[in-house]
C-alpha cells in the first residue's frame, strides 16, 4: 500500500480504502497543526535546531499514552552541510528526496533503529523523540512561562545508538515537517496534522563587502586641501621674507651692512721700496 | 615715532598671545594623545589584528608635536620680546617642521578612521574569534588579543557579536569549527551574567529569549571611541595648525620689520 501514490491520483475507491483502514486501527486525527515558537524568541531556528510551541490543551483525552514528536523529512532540495563536527563522518544524501512526511506510516515503534535518530536521515526519513506523557502538556498553560520544544538540543547522545529517541542537533538545513503521535505501546492512537516545512538556516561565508569606499569622505578632503595651503603659503611667505632681507642677496641695499675691501694698488707697495 | 612705537607694542603683544594659545593648545595636545594611546577601552588588539593601527601612530606623532608647540612658542615669546632676528629665524624654520609633522598626524588620523567599518570587524572577529589554529607566533597573538578584547568588551557593554547575535548563525567562523551549533548558537559571553560570572539562564541564552541574552551588536561601542579618537587628533590638529598659520605668518611679517 502507498498511500503517497494513493493521495497524488486521486481517485476515490484507494481514498475510501485508505479511511476505512484509519478508521479501523482506531486513529484520530487531530486538527492541531504543529508551529515554532513566536519570533521574539532570537534562537527559533539556528543552524542544527529549532524551537515548537508545546501542544497544550490538546491531547486532553490521552491520559495514559505516549505522546511522541515525529521529525520527517519534506519534499525539497536537500544540500549537503557535510559539518559532522559531532558525528564521526559527514553523512552524504541524494538531491531531492521524496518527502518523508508523506510517507510515514502511523505504527511506528520508539525503539526500534527503523524510527531512530542516528539513521536519519540517510536510512531513514523520520525519526521520533521528545517521548512525553499527557501530564507535561497539561492545560491550561500556565501564564508568563515559556513552554517550548527545542528539537535538536541533545549533543550528548547524537552518534549514541543506544538511545534512539535521542533530540539530537538535525544533521542538515532540511526542510523538515513534523507532528504529534499518540502511541499506545507501539500502536497509534492519534496524530496531529503534519506542520509546514521547516528550514533551517544556513550560514554563509562573510562578503567582502566595501573595507574602504571608492571616495573619502569629504572631511578629508577639506583637511588635506586646507593644510597644504596653508602650508604652500607659509614657505612662499617665508621665501619672501628671506629674501626680501640680505640673506638672498639681491634685495636692499643696506649701506651699513657692506664690509670694506682694501685694495692694493702698485704705488703703496713701490713707495717702500723706493725709500730703500 | 610713537605711532610706529605703537605699532610694534601692539604686534608684539599680539605675537606673544598668540604664542601663550600655543603653548596651551601644545599642552592640551599632549594629555588628548597620551590619554588616547593609553587605550582606556581597551580596544587596541582590534586594530593590531587589523594591520592598520595608523590611528595610533597619529597620536603619537601628537604627544611629541604637542611638546615641541610648547617649547616653541616660549621660544616665541622670548624671541619676540628680545626682537631678536636669529632667535625668531629659528623659530620660524622648526614651527615649519612642526607644522609638517602635525599636518601628517591630522590627514593620517581623518584617512584611517575610514577604514574602520562593521564588515572590517564582522570579518576580523569571524576569522579570529576562538580560532584554534594559528600559523605563527605573531598570528597567535593576535588572535588571542582578538579573542580577550571581544570576551572583555561583550561583558562589559553587554553586547553581542558586531551587528547582533545574529551574526554567529549567518555567517560561517572559527568560532563555529570548535563549538557546534546546538551547544553555542553564540559564544555564551552573550548571555547574561550573574555576580559569579556564569550565564544565569544557559537553556534561556541558547533559546534567545530577552533578558537572558544581548541582543544588541557590539560596532557601537567599537566604533564611539575609535571614532572620538580620530575626529579628536584630527580636528583638535586641523585647528591649532590654522591658529599657527596667523601667528607665523605675523611673526614673518615682525621679523621683516626688526632693523639691526
Same mark, same amino acid.
Given at each position: 500500500?502507498?498511500?503517497?501514490?494513493?493521495?497524488?491520483?486521486?481517485?476515490?475507491?484507494?481514498?475510501?480504502?485508505?479511511?476505512?483502514?484509519?478508521?479501523?486501527?482506531?486513529?484520530?486525527?487531530?486538527?492541531?497543526? $504543529?508551529?515554532? /515558537?513566536?519570533?521574539?524568541?532570537?534562537?527559533?531556528?539556528? !543552524?542544527?535546531?529549532?524551537?515548537?510551541?508545546?501542544?497544550?490543551?490538546?491531547?486532553?483525552?490521552?491520559?495514559? /499514552?505516549?505522546?511522541?514528536?515525529?521529525?520527517?523529512? /519534506?519534499?525539497?532540495?536537500?544540500?549537503?552541510?557535510?559539518?559532522?563536527?559531532?558525528?564521526?563522518?559527514?553523512?552524504?544524501?541524494?538531491?531531492?528526496? $521524496?518527502?518523508?512526511?508523506?510517507?510515514?506510516?502511523?505504527?511506528?515503534?520508539?525503539?526500534?533503529?527503523?524510527?531512530?535518530?542516528?539513521?536519519? $536521515?540517510?536510512?531513514?526519513?523520520?525519526?521520533?523523540?521528545? !517521548? /512525553?506523557?499527557?501530564?507535561?502538556?497539561?492545560? $491550561?498553560?500556565?501564564?508568563?512561562?515559556?513552554?517550548?520544544?527545542?528539537?535538536?538540543?541533545?549533543?550528548?547522545?547524537?552518534?549514541d545508538t543506544s538511545v534512539p529517541n535521542c533530540n539530537g542537533p538535525l544533521p542538515g538545513p532540511g526542510p523538515y515537517r513534523v507532528k504529534f503521535l499518540v502511541l499506545n505501546g507501539s500502536e497509534p492512537i492519534a496524530t496531529t496534522k503534519w506542520s509546514e516545512p521547516i528550514t533551517l538556516r544556513t550560514a554563509q561565508h562573510p562578503t567582502s563587502g566595501p573595507g574602504m569606499d571608492g571616495g573619502h569622505s569629504g572631511a578629508i578632503i577639506t583637511i588635506t586641501a586646507i593644510l597644504s595651503v596653508l602650508l604652500a603659503v607659509l614657505l612662499a611667505a617665508l621665501l619672501a621674507t628671506l629674501c626680501g632681507s640680505e640673506v638672498c642677496g639681491a634685495g636692499s641695499f643696506r649701506p651699513d651692512a657692506t664690509s670694506i675691501q682694501r685694495y692694493n694698488t702698485h704705488h703703496v707697495y713701490d713707495q717702500p721700496a723706493a725709500r730703500l | 615715532?610713537?605711532?610706529?612705537?605703537? %605699532?610694534?607694542?601692539?604686534?608684539?603683544?599680539?605675537?606673544?598671545?598668540? *604664542?601663550?594659545?600655543?603653548?596651551?593648545?601644545?599642552?592640551?595636545?599632549?594629555?588628548?594623545?597620551?590619554?588616547?594611546?593609553?587605550?582606556?577601552? %581597551?580596544?587596541?588588539?582590534?586594530?593590531?589584528?587589523?594591520? *592598520?593601527?595608523?590611528?595610533?601612530?597619529?597620536?603619537?606623532? %601628537?604627544?611629541?608635536?604637542?611638546?615641541?608647540?610648547?617649547?616653541?612658542?616660549?621660544? %616665541?615669546?622670548?624671541?619676540?620680546?628680545?626682537? *631678536?632676528?636669529?632667535?625668531?629665524?629659528?623659530?620660524?624654520?622648526?614651527?615649519?617642521?612642526?607644522?609638517?609633522?602635525?599636518?601628517?598626524?591630522?590627514?593620517?588620523?581623518?584617512?584611517?578612521?575610514?577604514?574602520?567599518?562593521? *564588515?572590517?570587524?564582522?570579518?576580523?572577529?569571524?576569522?579570529?574569534?576562538m580560532n584554534s589554529e594559528t600559523e605563527s607566533n605573531t598570528d597567535k597573538r593576535m588572535t588571542e588579543g582578538v579573542t580577550r578584547t571581544w570576551n572583555n568588551l561583550m561583558l562589559q557593554n553587554q553586547c553581542c557579536g558586531v551587528q547582533g547575535p545574529s551574526d554567529w548563525q549567518e555567517y560561517t567562523s572559527a568560532f563555529r569549527v570548535t563549538h557546534n551549533d546546538a551547544d553555542y548558537p553564540w559564544p555564551h559571553n552573550c548571555c547574561v551574567m550573574d555576580t559569579r560570572g556564569e550565564p544565569i539562564n544557559l537553556d534561556g541564552c541558547k533559546l534567545g529569549v530577552s533578558g537572558f541574552y544581548n541582543s544588541n551588536g557590539c560596532y557601537d561601542a567599537i566604533s564611539g571611541p575609535l571614532n572620538r579618537q580620530a575626529w579628536g587628533v584630527a580636528w583638535f590638529g586641523f585647528a591649532i595648525l590654522c591658529w599657527t598659520f596667523c601667528v607665523l605668518l605675523g611673526t614673518m611679517f615682525y621679523w621683516s620689520r626688526i632693523a639691526y
Open positions: 500500500l502507498h498511500p503517497h501514490s494513493v493521495i497524488s491520483t486521486g481517485t476515490m475507491r484507494p481514498l475510501l480504502l485508505l479511511l476505512l483502514l484509519a478508521t479501523a486501527h482506531g486513529l484520530d486525527t487531530l486538527s492541531y497543526t $504543529p508551529v515554532l /515558537a513566536g519570533a521574539e524568541l532570537g534562537g527559533r531556528v539556528t !543552524g542544527s535546531t529549532f524551537v515548537l510551541e508545546q501542544p497544550r490543551c490538546v491531547f486532553q483525552h490521552y491520559n495514559t /499514552a505516549d505522546i511522541w514528536l515525529v521529525v520527517a523529512t /519534506a519534499a525539497g532540495e536537500w544540500g549537503d552541510r557535510g559539518m559532522g563536527v559531532y558525528r564521526s563522518s559527514p553523512p552524504s544524501w541524494p538531491t531531492p528526496i $521524496p518527502a518523508g512526511s508523506a510517507s510515514f506510516n502511523d505504527s511506528a515503534q520508539p525503539g526500534m533503529p527503523e524510527w531512530s535518530f542516528q539513521r536519519f $536521515p540517510a536510512n531513514t526519513s523520520a525519526y521520533l523523540t521528545l !517521548g /512525553a506523557m499527557q501530564y507535561h502538556y497539561s492545560c $491550561p498553560k500556565p501564564d508568563g512561562e515559556l513552554t517550548v520544544l527545542r528539537v535538536g538540543t541533545e549533543t550528548s547522545c547524537a552518534g | 615715532m610713537a605711532k610706529t612705537d605703537n %605699532g610694534i607694542r601692539i604686534c608684539q603683544g599680539l605675537l606673544i598671545l598668540g *604664542n601663550v594659545v600655543i603653548g596651551m593648545c601644545g599642552i592640551a595636545l599632549t594629555a588628548e594623545c597620551i590619554f588616547f594611546v593609553s587605550d582606556p577601552h %581597551g580596544l587596541y588588539p582590534l586594530l593590531e589584528a587589523t594591520e *592598520n593601527d595608523d590611528i595610533y601612530a597619529a597620536a603619537w606623532i %601628537g604627544i611629541f608635536v604637542g611638546f615641541a608647540l610648547l617649547a616653541l612658542s616660549i621660544l %616665541g615669546i622670548v624671541g619676540v620680546m628680545k626682537s *631678536n632676528k636669529t632667535l625668531l629665524l629659528v623659530y620660524i624654520i622648526l614651527m615649519l617642521i612642526t607644522y609638517a609633522f602635525e599636518m601628517a598626524s591630522c590627514i593620517t588620523a581623518a584617512t584611517h578612521r575610514d577604514y574602520l567599518t562593521p *564588515n572590517l570587524f564582522l570579518k576580523q572577529m569571524l576569522e579570529r574569534y
